[in-house]
Nanobody, 128 residues
Framework: QAQLVESGGGVVQAGGSLRLACTTS????????MAWFRQAPGKEREFVAG????????YGTESMKGRFTIARDSPKNTLYLQMNKLTPEDTALYYC?????????????????????WGHGTQVTVSS
């Protein structure tokens, strides 16, 4: 049973930055695709960014690609999301997710159903 714990959320002014971290208990963490999702009140869960074992990454939108950076530190079993130039539209609960069904897979999937382990989320609030 894998555990994922997010941290680093908070309240920030528009234009500011945050770095989210997801600490995991996943054995052989480096083998698995990982991702960040977010969910704002009244909206569906949205793919933010994903990364495979080789460090290839994918972002949900061009806007995210230009402002966010996903990275992983395999020796620390930790996933990161650096978020810059934040806007109020980025306000959401941010979740870390693991795809343990595809070890050493190259595909970075963007559907929530493709990920089988989730953290409880960390809140990001961007004020205008």
């Amino acid at each position: 049973q894998a555990q994922l714990v997010e941290s680093g959320g908070g309240v920030v002014q528009a234009g500011g930055s945050l770095r989210l971290a997801c600490t995991t208990s996943i054995h052989s963490f480096r083998a698995y695709p990982m991702a960040w999702f977010r969910q704002a009140p009244g909206k569906e869960r949205e793919f933010v960014a994903g990364i495979n074992w080789g460090g290839d990454n994918r972002y949900g939108t061009e806007s995210m690609k230009g402002r966010f950076t996903i990275a992983r530190d395999s020796p620390k079993n930790t996933l990161y999301l650096q978020m810059n130039k934040l806007t109020p539209e980025d306000t959401a609960l941010y979740y870390c997710a693991a795809d343990l069904r595809h070890p050493w897979g190259l595909d970075i999937r963007d559907g929530p159903s493709e990920y089988d382990y989730w953290g409880h989320g960390t809140q990001v609030t961007v004020s205008s």
